[in-house]
């Protein structure tokens, strides 16, 4: 990078990528692709997303377009803020315009259900050369946008990549810690959706406190098991990335994973939940790539195979809810299951 100011792009104009891209352009010139024109014109004229953040004030200097040749072609760094099915086709409309070998970060909290790559991978194929990381942790947008106080990770295989980077996104309420651990980052960020449906199932039936710490704590184990035999780090499993942000979405009314799951154990069929929401739960892709992974390494993740089940098997809430407290449980630590 030069000794002036990286120009960001960021694309994907949800409500993360618009949050992400409000605080970078608060630090450097930032541009947010939008697929969507008239939101790209509210952005630039109003400073406001009518679709994602309705309400809220962006940055006054954050430019947007619908233009992708346009927003990717003059970029120095690029953010991906696409959900991650949809990335990879999108990354390939860029292949002809983005600069070679500027670092590429991902916001994005699932893995591609066909291939089951984590994000980094996907980037790697599509723009290979590129430096490939991954800025993730406890962040509901609504709250990030606000102002209140949150934190996260940016990953990057380079340590002075991660620092340049983090300069560029860290302020006094939104605090970026740098880790080299973009595997640990990004399968926890992936994998606590899933459990988010999980602990939705519970609350959606009317399980008590207990029962959410059991399966929130549970959880964690099942993430870190599939996590560290990934090949990341167990301290990141247990930090803002992993523990911080599995908690906060298994307990915050914003969580999108979480709904979808409380909707279920509420008796809603998913394809009505899915239906009546415009933004993504990632969960429900990633729970099929989960388990085929859990699979392929011969580990046992009982909780996410029961939210398979409900997704993918028709298999009734209740029954998971039955099923989980059946199983015997085995030594708290280094047991297997759950
Ligand atoms: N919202 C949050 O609080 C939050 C926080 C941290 C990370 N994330 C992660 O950020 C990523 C983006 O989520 P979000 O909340 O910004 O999205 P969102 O749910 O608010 O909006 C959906 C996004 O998907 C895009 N999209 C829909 N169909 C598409 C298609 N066919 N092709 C390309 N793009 C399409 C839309 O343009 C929009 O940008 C996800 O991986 C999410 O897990 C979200
Ligand atoms: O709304 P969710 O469930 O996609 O969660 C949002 C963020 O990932 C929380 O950190």
């Given at each position: 990078?030069?000794?002036?100011?990286?120009?960001?792009t960021v694309l994907g104009g949800g409500?993360w990528g618009?949050?992400?891209?409000?605080?970078?352009?608060?630090?450097?010139?930032?541009?947010?692709w939008v697929r969507?024109?008239?939101?790209?014109?509210?952005?630039?004229?109003?400073?406001?997303?009518?679709?994602?953040?309705?309400?809220?004030?962006?940055?006054?200097?954050?430019?947007?377009?619908?233009?992708l040749a346009?927003a990717v072609?003059?970029a120095?760094?690029l953010v991906a803020g696409v959900p991650s099915q949809y990335l990879r086709g999108v990354l390939e409309q860029t292949v002809a315009h983005v600069?070679?070998?500027i670092p590429v970060v991902s916001l994005v909290k699932g893995l591609e259900r066909g291939t089951r790559k984590r994000m980094t991978e996907v980037i790697g194929e599509v723009l290979p050369g590129h430096p490939a990381g991954v800025?993730s942790?406890?962040?509901?947008?609504?709250?990030?946008?606000?102002?209140?106080?949150?934190?996260?990770?940016?990953?990057?295989?380079?340590?002075?990549?991660?620092?340049?980077?983090?300069?560029?996104?860290?302020?006094?309420?939104?605090?970026?810690?740098?880790?080299?651990?973009v595997v640990?980052?990004e399968i926890?960020g992936a994998?606590?959706n899933?459990?988010?449906?999980?602990?939705?199932?519970?609350?959606?039936?009317?399980?008590?406190?207990?029962?959410?710490?059991?399966?929130?704590?549970?959880?964690?184990?099942?993430?870190?098991?599939?996590?560290?035999?990934?090949?990341?780090?167990?301290?990141?499993?247990?930090?803002?990335?992993?523990?911080?942000?599995?908690?906060?979405?298994?307990?915050?009314?914003?969580?999108?994973?979480?709904?979808?799951?409380?909707?279920?154990?509420?008796?809603?069929?998913?394809?009505?939940?899915?239906?009546?929401?415009?933004?993504v739960?990632e969960g429900v892709a990633t729970?099929t790539a989960v388990?085929r992974l859990?699979?392929?390494?011969?580990?046992?993740?009982?909780?996410?195979?029961?939210?398979?089940?409900?997704?993918?098997?028709?298999?009734?809430?209740?029954?998971?809810?039955?099923?989980?407290?059946?199983?015997?449980?085995?030594?708290?630590?280094?047991?297997?299951?759950?």
């Open positions: 990078m030069s000794a002036r100011k990286p120009k960001v409500t618009t949050t992400v891209a409000s605080i970078t352009a608060r630090k450097t010139q930032t541009l947010l969507d024109p008239d939101i790209a014109k509210a952005i630039n004229e109003n400073h406001r997303n009518p679709r994602y953040l309705a309400g809220f004030d962006l940055t006054a200097g954050l430019r947007a377009t619908a233009d346009e072609g003059d120095d760094v600069r070679p070998f800025l942790g406890p962040n509901i947008a609504h709250e990030v946008v606000q102002g209140y106080s949150a934190a996260a990770t940016l990953a990057m295989p380079d340590h002075r990549t991660a620092q340049s980077l983090q300069s560029l996104v860290h302020t006094s309420r939104y605090r970026v810690y740098t880790s080299e651990d640990g980052v926890a994998l606590k899933v459990f988010a449906i999980a602990v939705g199932f519970g609350d959606g039936l009317g399980a008590g406190d207990n029962t959410r710490a059991m399966v929130i704590t549970r959880s964690l184990h099942e993430l870190t098991r599939l996590g560290v035999a990934m090949g990341g780090r167990a301290e990141t499993l247990a930090g803002l990335a992993g523990m911080g942000d599995l908690v906060v979405t298994c307990i915050s009314p914003h969580s999108r994973n979480r709904r979808v799951g409380f909707e279920l154990g509420r008796g809603k069929p998913l394809e009505e939940i899915l239906a009546s929401m415009h933004q739960a729970t388990i859990a699979a392929e390494r011969g580990i046992e993740m009982p909780i996410a195979r029961e939210v398979d089940a409900v997704l993918n098997h028709r298999q009734p809430v209740e029954e998971t809810y039955r099923g989980l407290l059946r199983v015997t449980p085995g030594h708290e630590v280094d047991g297997e299951a759950w």
